[in-house]
């Protein structure tokens, strides 16, 4: 019984220097660049673990508004201030920061659907740490969220008038971008 428990305690401390090395020496040498994509174990482990985060705390529920044009409106004015700036006007992961994330920004218009209305409320309200998504619900109501839920589930359905809307507004605010980084940035 006391060779069992010495075993046991040599196993433990071996674990607890294991764990020490891993977090001391071997995770602060690794490239944690948000330009790199990681390898396939880390991929793997930061998706599962953020997907069960998400499906065990996220509520059960339906967007208890409608689709209404007067919703859609609220919903992508709202879009358009907080989100299309990672996002893209279009939802296509196309972000207007011109700036690399890992993981990748999502694709509204294709990850989205996976996700239930209860689940991209928990999302949009509560962020998620080290991903690039902010939180919304400390400074933002449920009605503002649920809008952009609207608006996000009806960004694959956008029809062509609307897509033609937004390509302009997006070619205007390419153009505004390049003109104040000139603006900025004279050439000698």
Request: net charge neutral; with cysteine; proline share 6%.
């Amino acid at each position: 019984m006391k060779r069992a428990f010495f075993y046991f305690l040599i196993l433990t401390a071996l674990a607890v220097i294991d764990g020490l090395a891993l977090v001391f020496f071997i995770l602060p040498s690794m490239n944690w660049s948000a330009t790199r994509k990681p390898g396939q174990v880390e991929n793997t482990i930061a998706s599962y673990i953020r997907s069960n985060w998400i499906r065990r705390n996220a509520a059960e529920e339906s967007n208890p508004f409608h689709p209404t044009p007067e919703n859609l409106k609220a919903g992508q004015a709202d879009f358009d201030r907080h989100c299309s700036g990672c996002h893209g006007l279009t939802g296509n992961g196309e972000n207007r920061l011109e700036a690399d994330f890992y993981p990748p920004v999502a694709k509204l218009t294709n990850d989205t659907a996976k996700w239930s209305d209860g689940e991209l409320y928990f999302i949009i309200a509560n962020g998620i740490r080290m991903t690039g998504m902010p939180g919304f619900v400390k400074k933002h109501d449920s009605k503002e969220i649920w809008g952009l839920i609207l608006w996000v589930r009806h960004l694959a359905q956008l029809s062509p008038s609307e897509k033609a809307a937004i390509e302009s507004r997006l070619h205007m605010t390419t153009r505004e971008h390049e003109e104040m980084m000139k603006r900025s940035h004279p050439e000698p």
